[in-house]
Structure formats: C-alpha cells, structure tokens
C-alpha cells in the first residue's frame, strides 16, 4: 500500500470508529507528512481524494475537518445488493465548491441575477464557459448557436414541438434508448418510428430505407454511452450517418449526456463530422455534478434558433439565472476540470472491477477497455422463463434493472443492466458473482 493510499485509508478508519466525527479538524499538512514520512504533495493529494468523496472540506487559513460522522452509505447498511440505481454517487457530489461558486455569483453579481434577463439564449458569463468547454470536447460552434435550456429533458420536449426547415414530422428514435424521449413521444401523441440498436450499432441500410421512405424529422440518437446499453458508434458509423442526414434531408438530435466520461480522445462526437447544420449536440450536467442541476446547453443549427427560442419563452422565461451564473464560475474557475478528473479516477476503478469479474465470467464486450462505463447489459435467452428469474433475484435480495421502459413498446426480448456506480469497489465482484450464479444459464452469448 501507499502512503497516498495509507493515509486515506486511515483517516476513513478513524471515522468510521469515531475516533474523527463531524466538524473534527485533522492535523496539518506538515503534521501529517511527518507521522507518515512522505512529502507534503502526498498529504495534499490524499486529502484532495478525500474532499471529492465528501469526508472532509477545507475552511480558508483554517484547516481540513470532518464533513461527515460516517462514510458507510445506505446501500451498504441494507441487505439489498443494489445494481438498479444509476443515479450518481452522492458522496462525490462537489457540494462545497459548488457552493462558494452559487456565493460569489450572488455576491458579485446579484443586481443581474434577480430580474428577467434580455438574453432568452442564456446568461452570457455561461455561453462563453460552455463555448470554451465545448470546443474542448471538439465541438466546434459559435456562441450565437449555443443556447441555455432547464435540462436536457426541456430541449427535447421543445425539439419534438416547433416545425423543422425540412418541414417533416416523423421522430426517429433507437430502442432500446433513454426513458424518458420514449414517455415524450407516448404522452404527446407523436408520429414515430423506431430502429434496432445492440452492441454493433444500428443497421445503416435501414436507417437509409428509413431516411428515404419515412418523413423524418429528426433521429434522436445517443452515439457514446448509449442509453441503456453503454455502446459506441465507430467513427465510420458517425460518418456515414451525418452523410445520409444530408442526402435526405433530415436532421440529428445527438444526446451526448455521458461525454465526459469517455477516455477515448479519438471518439469524436456526431457534432464534430457535420459541415452542413444538420446536428443538434445537447449537453447535460447532471450527471457529472448534481442530478438536480437542470441546466442543458444545445447547439443548434442557424436555421431552427429563433422558432427554438420562441417555444422556450412561452415554457421558461429564463432558466435559473442564479444557478446559470454559478455553473459559469464553476466551469472558468477549473473546478468543473478538476471535479472531471478526481471523478473518472473513482469511476474508472469501478468500471474495471466490473469489466474484470465479468471477463473472468466469460463475458467480455468490445467496448469495455474503451469506457468508464460502469454499467452492463445482459440479453437473455429467447426461451427464458423471466418470472422465474425475476423470484430468484427477489429471494437473494439482487435489484436489477429489466430496462423495460427503455423500450416505447414491449420488448420481445429480455434484458438485465447492472450499475455498479453507487456499489464499493471491493462489494463489485462478489456481487456480480451472486447476480451471474442465478442468471448464468440463461444468458444470451454472441462471441
């Protein structure tokens, strides 16, 4: 073990026992690397890791303390092995810099954050920010294209109302894909049609067949991370399927929610093959910082901004300007950078715990060395009796996620996804060997 790993491990010890409890300060830096003998770089770092995990915070020219009595989470406590909550691990969430960056916007820029905003577009400190990030994540755009919406889920309603140049009005859209565009579609009564999406894509001649033959509006799409299976389009796909937008005059609505966890940096988004304005990049952040921070970013071709912008004002006056500001500030002041990064590391050690116990399960998708994807998709056999299933893993104590609302209609074939995202690192194997000893000879395997 590390003296990086060593001290971590310690201070969580000392909580864990109260021997540290709420509001304890830890001793110095310069204390710390004495007892353990390493330089102050090493204490720093550790302590850092720690603060990410929300165990401890700092206080200016004061010191490091105790943010919470115990680090044990309620999944822990419970009997129940937990591989259906994909929601982000709430003891990573960055709660204390985020809050001094919602203090200093309201601090510094109150007069401007407690009235109607002029620009429906978004607050313009938060354009600039997201036009630095996106260019980082290469997607390159203006400013005037790039606008501000309450979530991603808003951009989507208000993407599936207003009237495209194309003048068409079929929605297309992956299955098995997010939840909630299927609900969208249902609730709103839209004209839709679907295409098959597994582990190698979709079939681009039927997504050609579709293009040519069906008025589509737009093909709503997840290239990286799709939802719910964690697959990726290869870059000729991307390319092939920007070719075909073009050539049949339709447009892309590319959700690319989980961007920031891909360690491919030749992975490039849809957004970055189009010359032609055909791609709709949408952007969200909840997942990455706070699942309640309702902010989307959309980059929209020229042609749609105003009837976009029209629909929105009629939904949302201004998205929350205050929570715009502080996201802006969280962005330009590296934190959002530095968050990124102590949160990949985590995910990253995850992801391989799960990639390694299903590899030495006989299961090893293409994809996997490529992702920080902490979740997985098993496709069972046609014949399975799921009921019968579905009682084992209620008898054991196993939740799983069937991914039956991720279908808009009933799917003909099963399915179990596993998130591990919210599990310890050391629980992941033994869990996942329980889940795999009841489900095993009903799994569905294609080499």
Do not use: W
């Amino acid at each position: 073990m590390t003296k990086y790993e060593q001290i971590i491990d310690d201070i969580k010890a000392m909580i864990q026992v109260g021997d540290l409890v709420q509001g304890d300060r830890l001793p110095a830096i310069r204390r710390l690397s004495e007892t353990y003998g390493c330089n102050k770089d090493t204490v720093s770092k550790a302590l850092l890791a720690l603060k990410y995990q929300n165990i401890i915070y700092s206080k200016e020219k004061s010191g490091t303390y105790v943010l919470q009595g115990n680090i044990t989470s309620d999944s822990e406590l419970s009997d129940v092995i937990d591989f259906g909550n994909a929601m982000p691990d709430e003891r990573l969430f960055p709660y204390a810099d985020f809050r001094q960056c919602l203090d200093q916007a309201i601090q510094t820029k109150q007069a401007k954050l407690f009235t109607y905003h002029l620009n429906h577009k978004g607050l313009d400190d938060l354009v600039d920010a997201l036009y630095l990030y996106l260019k980082q994540e290469q997607v390159y755009t203006q400013k005037e294209s790039i606008l501000i919406t309450t979530g991603i889920q808003q951009a989507l309603y208000i993407l599936s109302q207003i009237i495209f140049p194309n003048d068409k009005s079929v929605i297309l859209i992956e299955q098995p894909t997010y939840h909630m565009m299927n609900q969208l579609l249902v609730a709103e009564k839209i004209e839709f049609e679907t295409i098959h999406r597994d582990h190698k894509g979709v079939d681009l001649h039927d997504l050609e067949q579709l293009f040519k033959t069906k008025s589509i509006k737009f093909f709503y799409t997840i290239p990286r991370f799709s939802n719910p299976l964690g697959t990726f389009y290869t870059a000729k796909q991307k390319q092939k399927i920007v070719s075909l937008a073009e050539q049949y005059d339709v447009y892309i609505v590319e959700d690319d929610y989980l961007s920031d966890f891909d360690v491919n940096h030749n992975n490039l988004p849809l957004h970055y093959y189009d010359v032609n304005q055909r791609v709709i990049y949408l952007k969200s952040f909840s997942k990455i910082i706070f699942p309640a921070l309702r902010i989307g970013c959309c980059v929209l071709p020229e042609a749609i901004i105003e009837t976009f912008l029209a629909k929105k004002v009629l939904i949302d006056y201004d998205t929350n300007l205050i929570t715009q500001m502080a996201l802006a500030l969280y962005l330009d002041s590296g934190m959002f950078d530095k968050h990124r990064k102590e949160l990949a590391k985590i995910y990253r050690k995850k992801a391989r715990a799960l990639h390694q116990t299903l590899r030495d399960l006989g299961y090893a998708p293409n994809h996997f060395d490529k992702t920080l994807d902490t979740k997985f998709v098993f496709q069972l056999k046609d014949d399975v009796a799921i009921h019968e299933i579905e009682r084992q893993l209620i008898q054991e104590n196993i939740s799983v996620d069937f991914i039956v609302r991720n279908f808009i209609q009933l799917p003909q074939k099963h399915y179990i996804k596993i998130d591990v995202r919210n599990m310890t690192q050391k629980k992941i194997a033994e869990n996942v060997k329980k889940l795999v000893a009841i489900i095993h000879d009903s799994v569905r395997i294609d080499g």
